[in-house]
């Protein structure tokens, strides 16, 4: 594998390239390739630390070792889902993204409300895919508020947030959040938005919540990813890491076929849809890429 | 009578002709080192013609430019792990073109000193700096030519924004303002306020220059390369780069409105065209891959616009 020497804009070592063994260089390759998580260079102590919480557990002692039982053991395959579990443990908290949601309101929006603005219903539909404990999908919910008396003037907004997980779920609905989880949030969110529970506590006030409806979904179940129909945006973030291969591949032709034509998809930022689909566009954004489903006028598709 | 077109084109002549009166009168320029025009010069002969020592000759009239020149050459971003210790050394580790391509940063460095400019030199410097190396990144990866010209072409390409700001100070601080404000591309309120655009005071101050065709050309059109007459490929791939640095972090310093789909973009066609291991490009990973040089490039930038080393 030499995929990184390459590719890479600083070939040579700066003080962090060499405080980490190559091989990481070579693991982090792989792991992109087969996931599309690609672990930036000052991340890599991230991947380092996840590799030898798993060599400890299945005994290898070098880095060298790990990487041939992770091209060379018969439970490879198993072992590298194993390492990406390890590496994309889930914390999550409120305005994770900036960068996406200076996309969403700064182009997306005003792109899609022109293009919807012929239509007698004026309704954007929002899925929040693997919503977690609903960090994200409050943060679209105020984000959505705070255009309420601009661009989405007489609009109706639906935000739908799924997750596999019922206690997650259930947590969502609370809305109740603690220091950690609003690290990112303004002052100006927590007082238009939250209403203080207690000293370590606030949760999210009821004119928010309104706007989402929060359910159990497995992604995996097709009979009910047909009911999601008639998406406008979808977030699906640092959630497709737990599918194999051809099951992502499913997922992802569900979300295309779920968004209306001019939708766009959002995964985590470190993640992208590297050979799963060739339908979407990819899309850069200020800080952030997306993944668009060309619009019926643009002769795209 | 005139026709419509016979009155536009008069009216282009007489904004150029302004342009270039004006970039005549830029000779208060800030001392643009000695050795910047014969490098120039050089730069534009083919390789094989420019010898070593003739470089080296030329650099050693100016102490503090070649002590600068080292410091950039060390940085990973430039190939090299250790500092070299001369001229000659890093001729010998980095090959004559870059370190022709390395001195000519430093001089244009040296020859815009940070001032009160409504666009900040250091972030035009980031952006240029970046798109450099973006450029002859692009041009390795592709087997596109020269990757040096790429760089050049990149480093180049928005030197039309300097012009302004020496030349036109007033008329580009509103544009500027107006960008910021609405959130718009430069070119866009360049066009809304002055009537035409850094393309235009670029290729004055190139023509003046005597740049290569090349670069003349990249510096005209990188916003239009289908009005690109040579070189259509060269414009089309510091187009690309320069789309790419502004959704990387290494834009003009505010929020431009931007929604950039490459493959689209009728450059990446022409691109295409010419280099056909574009179609192979990954280039969610090669955005990846920007970003984490987005921090050294910044370090560069200080390198080049930083006080000189004291002379030896």
Known sequence: ?301 | METKLEQREAMIESVNARIRERVQRIEAMPAIPAVFLPLLKMLSEPAKEVGLDEVVRLISYDNSIAAQCMRVASSPLFGLTHAPTSIKSAVISLGLRRVETILLTCCLGQAFPAKKWALDPVVFWRHSMGCALVCRKLSEKLHAGDAETAYMGGLLHDIGFMVNCLAFPDEFLLAMRQAMQEEVTLDAAELATMGFTHCDTGRALAEKWELSPDLIEIIAHHHAVEQSQRSQPLVALVHLSDLLCRTRGLGYGYYERLRVDLTSDPAWAVLLKAQRELGQLDLVRFSFELDEAVAEICELVCAVLGPAPARA
């Open chain 1, 1 to 301: 594998m030499t995929l990184a020497r390459q590719t890479a804009f600083t070939p040579t070592a700066s003080p962090i390239r060499q405080a980490v063994d190559p091989v990481y260089r070579q693991i982090r390759d792989l792991v992109y390739k087969v996931s599309g998580i690609y672990k930036a260079e000052e991340k890599l102590y991230l991947l380092a630390d996840g590799c030898a919480r798993r060599m400890k557990l299945v005994k290898v002692r070098t880095a060298r070792d790990y990487w041939d039982h992770l091209t060379a053991h018969p439970s490879r395959d198993g072992e590298l889902r194993q390492l990406l579990n390890e590496i994309t443990i889930g914390e999550t908290y409120l305005f994770r993204s900036p960068p996406q949601l200076d996309a969403l309101r700064k182009v997306i929006l005003p792109e899609i409300v022109a293009e919807k603005t012929k239509q007698v219903t004026k309704r954007l539909r929002i899925w929040s895919a693997g919503c977690s404990t609903g960090e994200e999908s409050y943060t679209l919910a105020m984000n959505m508020l705070e255009e309420s008396d601009r661009l989405l003037k007489g609009w109706t907004v639906e935000i739908l947030a799924t997750d596999l997980n019922d206690n997650s779920v259930e947590t969502a609905k609370a809305g109740l959040y603690g220091d950690y989880a609003l690290r990112a949030t303004t002052d100006y969110f927590k007082r238009k938005y939250f209403s203080p529970v207690d000293e370590k506590k606030l949760q999210v006030r009821p004119e928010v919540k309104k706007l989402i409806s929060f359910s159990r979904l497995n992604l995996q179940d097709d009979s009910k990813i047909l009911f999601m129909k008639g998406m406008d945006i979808i977030f699906c973030c640092n959630v497709l890491i737990y599918f194999d291969g051809p099951s992502k591949s499913k997922v992802i032709n569900h979300f295309f076929s779920n968004l209306n034509f001019g939708g766009y998809f959002f995964l985590g930022t470190s993640e992208s849809l590297v050979n799963l689909n060739e339908q979407f566009h990819l899309v850069h954004f200020p800080g952030t890429i997306a993944y668009w489903k060309p619009s019926l006028s643009s002769g795209k598709l």
